[in-house]
Every structure is written in structure tokens, then in C-alpha cells.
């Protein structure tokens, strides 16, 4: 069964400084990943989705990602924090059946002035 | 993107009373819904998903009884909490998705609190 694992449930970083954010997950197919971000009173907001067409995923807002097969990663970075990018991070792998989107646990980024 | 609206946004109850959730789609037609389920801290859990006018289908070890979904149009679905628990106390996240659109709408929640 497909599952993702967020490695770290709360990150801090500096504005201005690189952020990484990491996920690993668990497949036996190839996996269809994506990360989403939720800002407090805010749905969740789609960030940037792999879909095998290329191994480096540039999503909105300056963050990617990139999919590791031989780690079994697929960690979210951006070069430069801001602070409105404080928010809670998801990692999610859509599982054999369509609808099943499987959540990490959450990443909490704090971006410091 | 699409705007998805929840109501309330924020609620809290008796034990034993129930509660409704409202989660409305405001920019297209909602062919399928889904309701999740977080707690603090952990990551969101599906509970159900419902296409309108058919019955919910419920994931493993959700009570259909407790909790009552109701797909009533492409823009409307509700989630009501029966007799509630303090151990119901969660955020409450609906998400839709329609026509040849495969992403997912995420609403902003419900926060429940039984006392």
C-alpha cells in the first residue's frame, strides 16, 4: 500500500535561507506524489503534483520538488524563504484508487524575520 | 482555482447533542465529495467519499450511523455528527473534485469540540 512519511514535524528557518522540507514514501507502483500547503483558516492549496512526465517538479511560489526513485523521496525545496511561506506542509501519495489520497503527518515551517 | 466554503467554521457542543457541517462548492459542480478527518498534530484521514445522489462510501472503521453524509446537489454536502463525543472532537475537512478536473478543493474546516 502506498504511504508517505514527513521526516521532520516542524522546521525552522531564517527569511531569506533555503528551505527543505522532506518527505520519503512507500509504493509499489509508481507512485503519484504531491505536496500541498494549509495556512491557518485556509484549505489546502495544491503546491506542485509529480506525475512521472519529469523528475523535477516546479510548483507555485517558487517552491519544487524533486522524485528520487533510488531514495524513495520526494522533498520540497525553495531557495529563499518568506514569511508568508510560514505554514503547515502535507506530503501526499494518491493511492491505486483514484479518490485515496494518503497524508503525511505535516511539516510546521517557521520563517523567522 | 476553486473556492470551496465550510459552515461553521468553528463549533462547539454538548455530549450527546448532534452537529452539522455544510461544505459548499462555489465554482463548479462537485460530481464527488470528500470528507476528512485530522487530529492535532497528525495528518488528515479520509473518512468518506460521496458522489451526489448516491450513498457515501465510508472507509474502514468509520460509522456510517455516526456519521451521516448527505450529497444533496453538485455544489452542497453535508456531514452530521450524531450524538457526539468528546473523543469526536477533530477538524473536519471537506474536499471536492468535478468533471474532467483531477485535483482536488480543499474547504478551510470545521473545528469540533465536544464538551
Known amino acids: 500500500a502506498q504511504s508517505v512519511t514527513q521526516l521532520d514535524s516542524h522546521v525552522s528557518v531564517s527569511e531569506g535561507t533555503p528551505v527543505l522540507l522532506r518527505c520519503n514514501y512507500s509504493s509499489s507502483y509508481s507512485p503519484s506524489l504531491s505536496w500541498y500547503v494549509q495556512h491557518p483558516n485556509k484549505g489546502l492549496q495544491l503546491l506542485l503534483k509529480y506525475t512521472s512526465a519529469a523528475t523535477l517538479v516546479k510548483g507555485i511560489n517558487g517552491f519544487e520538488a524533486e522524485f528520487k526513485k533510488s531514495e524513495t523521496s520526494f522533498h520540497l525545496t525553495k531557495p529563499s524563504a518568506h514569511m508568508s511561506d510560514a505554514a503547515e506542509y502535507f506530503c501526499v501519495v494518491r493511492g491505486n484508487n483514484n479518490n485515496d489520497m494518503r497524508f503525511g503527518a505535516g511539516t510546521r515551517l517557521t520563517v523567522k524575520p | ?44 484521514m479520509l473518512m468518506a467519499t460521496s458522489n451526489e445522489g448516491s450513498k457515501a462510501t465510508y472507509e474502514q472503521g468509520v460509522e456510517k450511523d455516526k456519521f451521516l453524509i448527505n450529497h444533496a446537489s453538485l455544489t452542497l454536502s453535508t456531514l452530521t455528527v450524531t450524538s457526539a463525543h468528546p473523543e469526536d472532537s477533530s477538524f473536519y475537512i471537506c474536499s471536492i473534485k468535478g468533471g474532467t478536473r483531477d485535483t482536488q478543493y480543499f474547504g478551510p474546516g470545521t473545528r469540533l469540540t465536544v464538551l
Open chain 2, 1 to 44: 482555482g476553486a473556492v470551496v466554503s465550510q459552515h461553521p467554521s468553528r463549533v462547539i457542543c454538548k455530549s450527546g447533542t448532534s452537529v452539522k457541517i455544510e461544505c459548499r462548492s462555489l465554482d463548479f459542480q462537485a460530481t464527488t465529495m470528500f470528507w476528512y478527518r485530522q487530529f492535532p498534530k497528525q495528518s488528515l
